[in-house]
């Protein structure tokens, strides 16, 4: 089983490369503002230009849908309790394939979930860690059921409009989630999915396991990262996720008038806690 990612470099340099791992429903490029602070940031300071990379995930952006028979086995009602691991492996293997043994590894919200399971299975290739706006657990019976329509809906009748709820205004939403800029970009970003591609992901995502016990285990330097208005992992989600980090140094970063995709919405204030986590990986682990 082989599944393929498309990797986006923003830039080449030494050591250690920091991979971003994109949320859902978008692809790689939610992270474009955010990569261009950090490498103002580490210009300005004439740090060492560190590689940033930031892949698209399987049936995402540039990467294709998986096949049915590289996607793992399938439950009852559609899920795919493999297509994480399977995709976590696939991460690896592009990490590897490029002659690195570690990376630092920021995933935003579904992203997150790939980063913990790179974790599970592959703790020796983690060097640092970032977890932005997501959670560990699988999703509870209710929340499973409508990942499992959307796909059906958005193969059926081959569109992303099932999704496009993420643009729509919610009271509580963050200035940024509200204005013409979010709505026309992320709108935009969404029509571009493929709608298979969009269906995979969440049947990846509904047969996920659940992750709460790899917090404990996590060694290298972490970074917790959430908006204050994120509707589905504020504060109160984050901050019991980076207590239960007993195993090593964590910074915890809250971000006022911020919803869920914090790297977009306040690129420089996420930039800063990635180069604050960056500066914290000790430099004897480079690239092999």
Known sequence: MALTIENHVYREGEGIPLILVHGFPVDHRMWD?????????SDAQECTQYPIWAPDMPGAGASSVPRPEDSGARAEDGALPDALDLMADAYVDL????????????GLSMGGYLVLDVQRRHPEAVAGMALLDTKGDADAPASRAHRIEIARECVQRHTTDPV???TEVQPGDSTVKQSPE??????????EQQPAGIA?????????????????????????ICGENDPSSAPAVMEPLARAMTGTDVAMTEIEDCGHFSAWERPDIVAQALHGLIARVPRVIAAE
């Open 33 to 41: 503002r955010c990569a261009t602070a950090l490498m103002e940031m």
């Open 95 to 106: 990490l590897h394939a490029a002659s690195y043994g570690q990376a630092i590894w920021a």
């Open 164 to 166: 496009m709820f993420f």
């Open 182 to 191: 979010y709505i026309s970009q992320f709108s935009t970003w969404i029509r």
């Open 200 to 224: 995979w992901r969440e049947l990846m995502a509904a047969g996920r396991p659940d992750l709460n016990d790899q917090f404990a285990r996590i060694t290298a330097p972490a970074a917790v």
